[in-house]
């Protein structure tokens, strides 16, 4: 299932009659972006009560599109849990996969290997996974590897451009969550720790709350890692994976460190600064020379 411009009016524009259909693509698009929601916060949202929310989502339980988890307020004296709502496997089935490329893809590079006497090679450790120092790094058929390259590889060719001439890195992780949106990833993005004093601890959340080749990436976790590698280097910064969906997660997200390059940024113009500053051609008058009695060089000492 494809999300068309619809599921993206303002609630303004929900006091128009609208099909059931309608409200429950929109719940569902609410719930894989911002899962674990609740019906009260998806209510807010689409301009509905809660009431004719629930009705959306209890129906979408029973049919197993969505799940309901349980979560536990930090605060003392909290009452109990209250229902929040994630997409479910079955509902991830709903919002499609792209089997289809992947498969032409895997044929292409299969042919290539066939030609080239590979296809009998030993498994082999995967190289650039995004992976950290002193991890290990997933092993799998030098076929996978290659058709997971090659899949990321075209995505990687569709946006390196544009995303290149981005030099803010929260525009930059954006602009990539929009790519992975209209490629069926269903994108998104969370700020971390931006009221944080640290400006180092300030990060960007990079979700894609479908994944359409989850199956495959079950069976073969090489292809979430060479993503994780395709995402460092769009970016251009050393990102993390969270958590995925091949993995159990009901939505994927990679860790990208926005803080670190701002405060990089901070430190080299402070540098620049300071180097105007005491250059002989700078506009701040020289240092004075400090001069010292003997007297008061033996009191300091």
Not at 83 to 95: A, D, F
Not at 187 to 214: E, I, K, W, Y
Not at 248 to 253: D, K, Q, R
């Amino acid at each position: 299932m494809k999300f068309d411009d619809r599921m993206s009016a303002p609630a303004a524009d929900a006091q128009a009659p609208e099909s059931d259909g309608s409200t429950r693509d929109r719940v569902i698009q609410l719930v894989v972006e911002e899962g674990p929601i609740s019906a009260a916060q998806l209510g807010r949202k689409l301009g509905l009560t809660a009431a004719a929310v629930r009705r959306h989502l209890d129906a979408m339980t029973e049919q197993g599109v969505v799940e309901v988890k349980n979560v536990t307020s930090r605060r003392k004296g909290a009452g109990r849990p209250s229902r929040r709502y994630v997409i479910s496997s079955r509902g991830q089935q709903e919002l499609g996969d792209d089997y289809l490329t992947l498969v032409r893809t895997a044929l292409d590079v299969l042919e290539r290997h066939s030609a080239e006497g590979q296809h009998d090679a030993a498994p082999t450790p995967l190289d650039a996974a995004g992976t950290g120092a002193g991890e290990t790094k997933t092993e799998d058929s030098p076929a996978a590897r290659a058709v997971a390259q090659a899949y990321f590889g075209r995505f990687e060719e569709r946006c390196s451009a544009e995303l290149a001439e981005i030099e803010d890195l929260d525009e930059r992780t954006e602009k990539l969550a929009e790519y992975f949106s209209t490629a069926g990833f269903a994108g998104f993005t969370r700020l971390v720790g931006r009221d944080n004093p640290l400006l180092a601890m300030q990060s960007t959340q990079l979700c894609q709350g479908h994944c359409p080749v989850r199956e495959i990436a079950a069976a073969h976790p090489v292809f979430c890692e060479e993503e994780t590698a395709m995402i460092g280097r769009l970016l251009d910064v050393d990102v993390r994976r969270l958590s995925t969906q091949a993995a159990g997660a009901h939505v994927c997200t990679t860790h990208v460190p926005v803080g670190r390059e701002k405060l990089a940024a901070e430190r080299a113009a402070r540098a620049r600064l300071d180097s105007e500053q005491t250059s002989p051609g700078g506009r701040n008058a020289p240092r004075k020379r400090i001069v010292i009695s003997p007297r008061q060089q033996e009191r300091l000492s």
